[in-house]
């Protein structure tokens, strides 16, 4: 289990990135954490005949504030979630969403860019993005420009950057007034990648009574991060609770279509959705004072 | 006129044993955490090549054509070795029964995907690897056998060029009056079963170093070998090669489990060091290799079983159909677990009549391969599923109906319906202390109160035997021509320096059940010196004494065995030189305490390095027939065992540890995972040589048998294709998955073996697949459902609470 | 792995049975198919380079199509081997003539994937094989749609 | 470019040197090119945790890292936590006591994870530890022993 040949490159700039990426378009792939692309390389499963090693590249190493959220520069590792107090004070949600992406020493070489360029269908952070609202900054030879998390994920590990582009930075948004969150997902085993899993947010009227947001993301149900925005609309309106939360499982149950593999039917992952859907409402709830 | 051998540490030359039965230091261990023990992967002899294997992608295909041309021209690559190098220069790989097994590597046929089918040594990996790209084979696909209960049938295709079935291995045994049983019974329950292929998975993989020397055709073995004797046999019998050409070194082990006797790749890496004229070439296995194509998997089980009983649970008889998916050859000794349950077809109850019908079956997948347990945790986990379900059926309660059926305390030593004899044990006395320990009445209160609640909760309390020493007499019923052998030897050599230090060659590497520790503790109490002035050293294939090596829960008693057997040749040698010293009678001298003392004669005594140093010194003054050489060899064999007869009646092992385990669990109805709640076991391995050591077994027993019950499994498609050969998808369990476990002492020492002990390395993976099913089982009654399908996974229980399919 | 489909096109059960049993379609819709060359009885060599996201790879193979009964079916097979395994599809292709001129194909098949990229893949092999199936007809529907529209297809 | 790099970097404090091709692991350049065997390989895909080492003071899958990314860092292996005396690490000793290893393959791993986790987090709670922990597979433990390891060299750690 040992790397095909490939050229090696770590620019320096992101410039001298740029220029290698469209010199050497489709058949090049960007290296940054590498937590997901070494196990293919090692297995030869991956090919790219060149490598363009972004890690020592100056710059793109920090988190900022941005709009009220964060904004993530594409060489910042995962466990920066963890460890970084603006995304404490910000965006809790993905501080908590963090402990479930693989372990501590993976979360120290993959990049939260990274697995979002990656776009495995059943990771976490492209779910949080899709739910969370963020905006991913691609920059390519012509400059940089901006796409919107619901164009981004095109398939599976496929999305919408070209491949003479790098995902300079993701922004995340803060958190709409009043709304809280929370994160679900069930793994065989702790830290595998999710056999369902759901991003869940919540705002209700200051009276508690109705709900006025929602915001249901599910992961590891088909080809990319789905959001259900039939469920979200039912929730609106609707007063907070074991019932309305019921009818959006529902609706998310009967929404997704997801794929069977060893570890789980298309049925058992459009039912453990709806699962989730509800549990994690109930949480929401919760966190928002409701019982 | 050597010392008797002790039969408890107490009776060990020493007033008070200083390390026998106590948590003593392991001496592997410094070197272990510094990083620095060489284990194969990290030797390397100069001009070593490197080795990569082609795998065939086609569970079942013809070979038409392979062409190396590309592969052998790229620069770095030393040699291609094909099927035709393999055909030329060997024959398949041994197995029994004789006759069922193919090459070391596919010759003109492909049997599972996963095959080698070619070899390449380069000088490094990356190369070898670049190399296998560039060999193009065309493949025929055949339709693949997938369908083992099919092919027992007697369905085509057949696995096998020039065989007209699949069925390899079909017996039938029937202790007592079977028939007789179940026309009396009051209840027969019957259920079928399924449990699917898992493995051993050592974190280490294995590893091979070969060289062929053709200059003196000497061929020598370095890597991660364990059991050199037992290996042998299958090298010179595919290779043509005289026994004493081949020297096995075998360094320490990553772990074991079954998979470090890998006869297939040690036959290939010999070949393909053939080749090589000389060269010595690494083989280094990766992973997936492991997963997918080394002779590993294991149990691969379709089970249709009753249970007759009386009115008052009573067990009158146990019928077994069992149908094992081998894989594509009955290879080497795989066969052996389907024939263990032999051993243990009652498990810890006295049931008279027993019929077990075994047939091993040829499909196109992976090869079986030997397995921690040999074959037994199925058998238990069906077994206590069955007590479970007559106790419900009969409105018993899961305690009493064990308690019922427990060979009593005083039935021991108990002879089996199939002859094996269970050694000593206290079944009833472990279940009492299992219950109390774990606050039983408690925990069926709580369990009541959840289910109340619409909480899915199970409880459960098995049992198993673990029989110590088990082995070669087994594989008579499967190969009564090679194997008519009773013995398992374990031999080593003890002698004394100079200095005072003691010095034991042993023929096994270190490999996790620290062994050499046992050695040091045994010997610096029998003869009065410090664990430090013992140094234990492995010895390689060609300088072993007769040894098998830890396998089948036998070390403990084995080597004691050995070791207390070199002792008391040695301890004799010393008398008598300590005679002439003391001027005494040899016959006065006793050995006690590290001392040579004469009986009855205080201050008359000398310790015992001064004796072998005047031993080494003082030839001239040695009685006669003492050699200036104090050193003894001992090769130690179990007692009393038999070669079973034609119905399958013998005595196969030596000790029967039993192990009662309880466990709670609950069910996520939404989801199907289960979360365990609880788990104590009580194990009575007689005494205990290093109660941490054993503990750390149990412990590592139960993470294996969490594996087995809820995460383990090697899928297949419907066309044969294997799917699950990474980590990402075999399911080896975290911290995060094993219960902290609670772990109580019985000790009913072995009457036989030597200072008491009971074989104890596979361990819970007897009991811990039992304990988790049924307690899973017991969560899902109310809901009238019952899962029969192991390992249970969220999608299996999910599906059955979908489904409601009533029990 | 079965593997099953409906497809409609704007089109006569003739009209659609010439576009897909044209080679030139076939390359073109076949996803990454690379090359295409007739070796005869409907036999073609093909070179694919299929996978998804960085796990890619040219797999060597053939399409053929078999048990022609024109125009209502056949038997599509695309096969490829590559170092890391091989893919095979092989599925019976049903024209169906619907009312106004519609035809419906039914596609009823079997897709194995194996070796190396069945086992290390299996989470995504049936993903992709469905979409690799709905990305060849939507491909055709969009053939059949240019030509009658009288533009000029990509072919 | 090149396909193969001079590569310059610290291990265990001291400096080493040398040539790989790009695409060689971090893990295989260790063992093979600085005869730094200690770190073993397990799996070569990042599950089963046995080739974890220090990088710049944070644990990382070797084999999941070209050693050509090395260039320049520091790193810490198994090798580097005894001293050259021979005397164990207290982490060490810990493992030794608590017989938190049996067969020892996956133990290098466990070590340097306990090693980040306590320097970073004296007082970590169990259930922090076995986060920390479930990043590796043992077969031979069933990894309560690991734990009562890991107990064990925090409270020496700190002091206790």
Not at chain 1, 73 to 86: F, S, T, W, Y
């Amino acid at each position: 289990m040992k790397p095909a040949r490939f050229d090696y490159y770590d620019p320096r700039s992101l410039e001298e990135a740029l220029e290698l990426l469209q010199k050497h378009q489709a058949d090049s792939k960007i290296l940054a954490g590498g937590q997901s692309l070494m196990p293919l390389l090692n297995m030869r499963l991956a090919r790219p005949k060149v490598i363009v090693d972004i890690n020592r590249i100056d710059g793109l190493n920090s988190v900022k504030s941005w709009n009220g959220g964060i904004s993530i520069g594409a060489r910042v590792n995962q466990r920066a979630l963890e460890r970084e107090k603006q995304v404490a004070e910000r965006l809790p949600i993905l501080r908590e969403a963090a402990q479930h992406i693989g372990h501590p020493q993976i979360r120290s070489r993959g990049t939260v860019c990274g697995s979002l360029a990656h776009a495995d269908p059943a990771a976490e952070l492209p779910a949080l993005a899709l739910a969370l609202d963020a905006e991913f900054v691609a920059t390519g030879p012509k400059g940089a420009r901006t796409i919107p998390s619901d164009s981004f994920f095109v398939s599976y590990f496929t999305t919408s950057l070209e491949p003479n582009e790098i995902l300079t930075e993701v922004r995340f948004p803060g958190s709409p007034k009043g709304m809280a969150w929370s994160f679900l997902e069930i793994s065989r085993r702790h830290g595998d990648f999710a056999l369902a899993g759901v991003v869940a947010g919540l705002a209700v009227d200051p009276g508690r009574r109705s709900i006025t947001g929602a915001r249901l993301v599910c992961f590891g149900v088909g080809p990319t991060p789905v959001r259900v925005k039939e469920a979200e609309e039912a929730l609106i309106g609707q007063p907070a609770g074991e019932k309305s939360f019921h009818a959006a499982a529902e609706i998310v149950s009967r929404g997704v279509d997801p794929d069977n593999d060893v570890h789980a039917s298309a049925d058992y992952r459009r039912s453990v959705a709806g699962t989730l859907v509800r549990r994690a409402l109930l949480q929401v709830w919760q966190k928002l004072g409701g019982k | 006129m050597a010392s008797p051998e002790p039969k408890l540490p107490s009776e060990l030359p020493v007033t008070q044993p200083r390390y026998v039965g106590k948590d003593t230091p392991r001496v592997e261990d410094p070197l272990l955490l510094t990083g620095r023990v060489e284990y194969g992967g990290d030797i390397r002899i100069p001009g070593m090549l490197h080795a990569a294997i082609l795998r065939s992608p086609h569970p079942h295909a013809r070979i038409k054509r392979i062409d190396t041309s590309r592969a052998e021209k790229l620069a770095g690559v030393a040699a291609v070795l094909t099927g035709e190098d393999v055909k030329k220069w060997s024959r398949p790989v041994f197995g029994v029964p004789e006759g069922w097994t193919g090459y070391a590597l596919a010759v003109e046929k492909s049997h599972w995907a996963g095959e080698p089918v070619a070899v390449v040594a380069a000088s490094d990996r990356y190369i070898a690897e670049d190399a296998l790209e560039l060999i193009e084979v065309d493949y025929e696909p055949l339709e693949p056998v997938v369908d083992a209960v099919r092919a027992a049938a007697g369905a085509g295709p057949f696995v096998l060029e020039g065989k007209e079935s699949n069925l390899a291995f079909d017996r039938k045994f029937v202790f007592g009056d079977v028939e007789g049983a179940f026309a009396q019974a009051d209840r027969v329950v019957r259920e079928k079963f399924r449990w699917y292929r898992s493995s051993g998975n050592s974190i280490e993989t294995c590893v091979c170093i070969a060289e062929w020397n053709p200059v003196n055709n000497m061929l020598t073995l370095r890597g991660s070998h364990r059991s050199p004797h037992l290996i042998l046999p299958a090298l010179v019998i595919s290779l043509g090669i005289p026994s004493t050409q081949v020297r096995i070194i075998q360094s320490p082990l990553g772990g074991s489990f079954g998979v470090k006797t890998f006869a297939r790749y040690v036959i290939l890496l010999s070949l393909m060091a053939k080749k090589l004229g000389g060269r010595p070439v690494k083989w280094v296995e990766d992973r997936i290799e492991h997963l997918i194509g080394s002779s590993t998997h294991a149990w691969d089980r379709h089970y249709d079983c009753e249970l007759a009983l009386k009115k008052d649970g009573t067990i009158v008889g146990l019928k077994v159909k069992l149908i094992d998916d081998l894989g594509a050859f009955a290879e080497w000794l795989a066969i052996g677990m389907l024939l263990k349950p032999l051993l243990a077809l009652g498990s810890c109850y006295h049931i008279p009549n027993v019929e077990y019908v075994c047939k091993g079956i040829l499909t196109n997948k992976t090869p079986q391969g030997p397995l921690r347990a040999f074959g037994l945790p199925p058998h238990y986990w069906v077994l206590e599923q069955l007590i479970d379900m007559a106790a419900k059926e009969l409105g018993l309660d899961r305690i009493e109906i064990r308690r019922r059926n427990f060979i009593k305390k005083e039935s021991f030593p108990y002879v089996s319906p199939s002859g094996n004899i269970y050694d000593s044990g206290n079944y009833e006395g472990s279940l009492d202390l299992l219950l109390e320990k774990a606050g039983y009445p408690k925990l069926l209160r709580e369990q009541e109160e959840a289910r109340s609640k619409g909480r899915l909760v199970g409880l459960s309390v098995v049992s198993s035997i673990e029989p110590g020493l088990t082995g070669p007499p087994m594989l008579a019923l499967a190969s009564p021509k090679i194997f008519t052998r009773t013995a398992s030897p374990e031999g080593v050599l003890v002698r004394m320096d100079a200095f005072g230090k003691m010095i034991a060659e042993v023929g096994f590497p270190p490999g996790g059940q620290s062994q050499h520790s046992f050695v040091r503790q045994i010997l610096a109490d029998y003869f009065g010196v410090t664990v430090e002035d013992v140094q234990v050293i492995t010895v390689d294939s060609l300088t072993m004494q007769p040894g098998t090596g830890p396998i089948s829960s036998s070390m403990a008693i084995a080597l004691s065995g050995a070791i207390l057997g070199a002792a008391a040749r040695l301890a004799d040698k010393l008398k008598r030189t300590a005679g002439v010293m003391l001027e005494a009678s040899p016959d006065d001298v006793e050995l006690m305490d590290g001392q040579l003392r004469v009986r009855g004669v205080p201050g008359k005594a000398l310790p015992v390095p001064r004796v072998a140093g005047f031993m080494l010194m003082r030839p001239d003054l040695l009685p006669e027939g003492v050699d200036g050489n104090p050193e003894a060899t001992y090769v130690w064999n179990p007692p009393d065992r038999t070669i079973p007869d034609e119905r399958g009646f013998g005595r196969y092992s030596v000790t029967a540890a039993g192990a009662q385990h309880l466990c709670m669990v609950e069910v996520d109805r939404d989801t199907g995972l289960v979360k365990i709640l609880k788990y104590v076991m009580v194990d009575d391995c007689g005494i205990r040589l290093n109660p941490s050591v054993v503990r750390g077994m149990l412990m590592g027993g139960l993470a294996h048998g969490v594996g087995a019950a809820l995460l383990e499994e090697y899928v297949y498609d419907d066309k044969g294709q294997i799917l699950t050969s990474t980590y990402m998808d075999y399911l080896m369990p975290t911290i995060m998955e094993v219960p902290a476990a609670e772990e109580h002492e019985m000790c009913t020492p072995s009457p036989i073996a030597p200072l008491g002990v009971k074989g104890v390395g596979e361990a819970a993976l007897h009991t811990t697949p039992a304990a988790v099913l049924c307690a899973v089982n017991d969560a899902l009654q109310p809901l009238g459902i019952r899962i029969t399908e192991a390992p249970f996974s969220p999608l299996r229980i999910w599906k059955a609470i979908q489904g409601g399919q009533t029990a | 792995m079965k593997i099953e489909g409906r497809y409609l096109f704007q089109g006569t059960v003739q009209q659609v049975w010439d576009l897909l049993t044209d080679p030139r379609a076939l390359q073109h819709c076949t996803p990454g198919c690379k090359k295409l060359e007739a070796v005869g009885n409907d036999e073609y060599r093909a070179t694919l380079e299929i996978g998804v996201g960085p796990i890619r790879g040219s797999y060597e193979g053939k399409i053929c199509m078999t048990e022609k009964e024109a125009p209502r079916r056949y038997k599509l097979l695309v096969e490829g081997s590559a170092a890391v395994g091989f893919v095979r599809g092989e599925g019976i292709l049903t024209f169906q003539e619907q009312e106004g001129g519609e035809t419906v194909i039914i596609v009823n098949g079997d897709a194995t994937v194996g070796g190396l990229v069945a086992g290390v893949g299996q989470r995504l092999v049936e993903g992709v094989a469905k979409q690799t199936m709905g990305q060849f007809f939507k491909c055709m529907q969009g053939q059949l749609a240019a030509h009658k529209s009288g533009g000029k297809t990509e072919i | 470019m090149a396909t193969t790099r001079a590569i310059k970097l610290r291990v265990n404090g001291a400096d080493y040197e040398g040539t790989a091709e790009a695409r060689k692991t971090l893990v295989d350049f260790l063992r093979e090119d600085l005869g730094l065997c200690g770190t073993n390989i397990g799996c070569e895909h990042g599950v089963c945790g046995a080739c974890t080492i220090l990088m710049n003071g944070e644990t990382v899958r070797s084999c999941l890292m070209l050693a050509v990314q090395a260039e320049g860092a520091e790193l810490m292996t198994v090798e580097g936590l005894a001293k050259a005396t021979g005397e164990l690490h207290p982490i060490q000793e810990a493992y030794r006591e608590k017989h938190g290893l049996q067969c020892g393959f996956c133990t290098p791993g466990f070590l340097m994870t306990t090693y980040e986790l306590l320097q970073k987090n004296p007082d970590a709670t169990v259930d922090e530890m076995k986060e920390w922990l479930s990043g590796h597979l043992c077969r031979c433990t069933g990894y309560q022993d690991i734990l009562e390891s890991v107990k064990l060299a925090a409270s020496r750690l700190r002091g206790e």
